[in-house]
């Protein structure tokens, strides 16, 4: 459970830092499972333009029973349960990979924007839990933040004519303007936290962030879990995203043991390496 002192952090913010959330054995966990997903040839996997390396998967949650289990970790729900103020259910799932040298940029946008456009969420009462999967420094490609901007509101975006894929490209289907990211950094700062692999970021699904390349010669892989109060159903729209993108199922999670990842998973086939 959260403080009352990180509880008013996030909400001035729009994000909080949990330091080493995971341990090794719970990493190692995860890790095993990324190239029997990261292989997988379906439309839940997007590549990098170019490079052609994996540049994200979705709705793994639902197919794999470790990342299902970890969703259901109490030490990931009940912070969102606390945040939001109700019970939850799993909305978004995916793993972004940002690989070494090859990682490319997450244009500045605010999530909101996409899941109220493109998915029909009535309020902005949901919110991401990052887990680092690796050591986040300046060089591999940080998630960046304007802090308390969750709280001015939607920004002015350019909007690309195009479809649900370009949701997930490094050309986002809806583009901050530099003006109103210009007003918002002026106003607020623009912060990037570093930490240790096993860390956790949560943050508010209405604050501006991005992420940059990856520069460096080690992954910034990253797990994104975003929880929607289940009192915040999904309104019907015109053309759905696929459901392993944008989950319209508002069942409430139903936690498991807090050390369900290591004991539940105790031989992991293998580590993934950088």
Not at 19 to 24: A, N
Request: include cysteine; aromatic fraction near 8%; charged fraction near 25%.
């Amino acid at each position: 459970m959260l403080t009352e002192k990180q509880i008013e952090q996030y909400e001035e913010d729009g994000y909080l830092l949990l330091p080493r959330y995971l341990d090794h054995a719970e990493l190692d966990v995860l890790r095993g499972e990324l190239p029997v997903v990261f292989d997988e040839d379906s439309p839940r996997r997007v590549l990098e333009e170019g490079s052609g390396v994996v540049r994200g998967v979705h709705g793994v949650h639902e197919t794999n029973s470790v990342f299902r289990t970890l969703v259901r970790l109490p030490r990931l729900v009940e912070p969102a349960r606390q945040l939001l103020g109700s019970d939850v259910h799993v909305f978004q799932f995916k793993i972004n990979a940002k690989l070494a040298l090859v990682g490319d940029v997450w244009e500045w946008h605010q999530d909101y924007r996409f899941w109220r456009d493109e998915d029909g969420m009535p309020t902005d009462r949901a919110l991401s839990v990052a887990v680092l999967m690796d050591d986040v420094d300046e060089f591999n490609g940080p998630l960046m933040f304007v802090p308390g901007s969750h709280r001015d509101g939607l920004c002015a975006v350019d909007r690309r004519d195009t479809d649900w894929t370009q949701t997930l490209t490094s050309k986002l289907k809806y583009s901050l303007r530099v003006e109103a990211l210009a007003s918002a950094a002026k106003q607020r700062g623009i912060v990037a936290p570093k930490a240790p692999a096993g860390s956790v970021l949560l943050f508010h699904s209405n604050i501006l962030h991005g992420s940059g390349p990856n520069m460096s010669p080690d992954n910034r892989t990253m797990v994104l879990i975003s929880y929607n109060s289940v009192e915040n159903p999904l309104r019907d729209v015109p053309h759905p995203r696929p459901e392993f993108l944008a989950s319209r199922a508002p069942d409430p999670v139903v936690t498991v043991g807090d050390d369900a990842l290591a004991a539940g998973f105790p031989r992991a086939q293998g580590v993934f390496r950088k």
